[in-house]
């Protein structure tokens, strides 16, 4: 495992010489969402191609670009586009971006992404704090050698998802105005869209929102000791009785109406964080 950690020592080496300040929360974000970037102040920026040994994002509507800037009060670090376990990467590569914030000295994930709903109540455009997860991607992003100066090589999941972070997000959204769920996401291989039967499947197994994407960096931010938040915009409702086609243009389209409240949420977030 002595090369991904040279990899990893590498990349944080660079990105410490674009920025002096060592942001306290990594944002990455996910399908529709790259314009939360606008709410922030941005210090340094770079393309995912520029940055050593990182993935590239052939998602779409996934702009490429780490960004570090103020934000809701604070230095953070903003993912604007991820990777994806269907675009060829293996979860290894997925969880390196994770790693280097770790390295770094970053404290906390907040990863955001659009997800279909499972559960019934949810309407597009309702925005889920993720409370547990299911990971049906078939690897694990810690498999193989462990990386000691990361982690333990079984890291406990049992309260993978900040329970304190949930509750600070409950309060901010409360007093704005911002009505939030909460539930249980699964993360997918894709790049195929669920089946009635696969959604029937997922709902059964207490999934409430499914997506291709998080969970693999979830694993490795709790393996690194980092708290982790997170949010699923319900794009669409997947019911199994009464299917509809689910086209990506539409998942774009309808996590894009919720930028804002997801940007006025963080901000919010951020500033309570700080304060």
Same mark, same amino acid.
């Given at each position: ?11 944080v ?10 942001? @306290? ?5 996910g399908? $529709?969402l790259?314009?939360?970037?606008t ?6 920026? !770079? ?25 809701g009060?604070?230095? !953070? ?5 991820r ?14 971006? +994770? ?16 997800? $279909?709903?499972l559960n ?23 498999r ?5 100066s990361?982690? @333990? ?6 309260r993978?998802w900040?329970?304190?972070l949930?509750a ?10 911002i009505?939030?769920?909460?539930g ?9 869209l669920?089946?009635?039967a ?5 709902r ?6 499914v !997506?291709?994407?998080? +969970?693999?960096?979830?694993?490795? !931010? +709790? ?15 997947n019911?199994?009785?009464?299917f509809?086609?689910?086209l ?14 997801? @940007? ?6 951020l500033n309570?964080?700080?304060?």
């Amino acid at each position: 495992m002595k090369h991904l950690e040279e990899k990893i020592e590498n990349t944080v080496s660079f990105l410490k010489s674009g920025f002096d300040v060592i942001p @306290e929360t990594c944002i990455m974000l996910g399908t $529709g969402l790259g314009g939360v970037a606008t709410a922030m102040d941005v210090l340094w920026e !770079a393309p995912y191609g520029d940055i050593p040994d990182f993935p590239v994002s052939t998602a779409p509507d996934h702009e490429g670009k780490l960004l570090v800037g103020k934000i809701g009060g604070q230095v !953070a670090a903003l993912f604007q586009g991820r990777f994806h376990y269907y675009e060829g990467y293996s979860t290894r590569q997925l969880a390196f971006p +994770v790693q280097v914030m770790a390295s770094l000295g970053v404290k906390r994930l907040v990863g955001c992404n659009a997800a $279909g709903g499972l559960n019934l109540s949810f309407k597009s455009g309702d925005i889920m704090l993720i409370t547990d997860h299911l990971n049906f991607i078939p690897e694990n992003p810690l498999r193989g050698p462990n990386i000691d100066s990361l982690g @333990e090589r079984f890291p406990d999941m049992s309260r993978a998802w900040s329970r304190g972070l949930i509750a600070v997000m409950k309060k901010v959204a409360m007093e704005n105005g911002i009505n939030i769920k909460e539930g249980v996401f699964v993360a997918v291989p894709g790049p195929s869209l669920e089946t009635p039967a696969e959604t029937r499947f997922l709902r059964m197994a207490g999934a409430d929102a499914v !997506a291709m994407s998080l +969970v693999p960096e979830a694993i490795a !931010a +709790v393996h690194a000791g980092m708290e982790l938040m997170g949010i699923s915009i319900i794009a669409n409702v997947n019911d199994p009785d009464n299917f509809r086609p689910i086209l990506i243009e539409d998942v774009i389209e309808q996590a894009g109406k919720a930028e804002r409240r997801l @940007e006025k949420l963080l901000v919010a977030f951020l500033n309570e964080l700080g304060s």
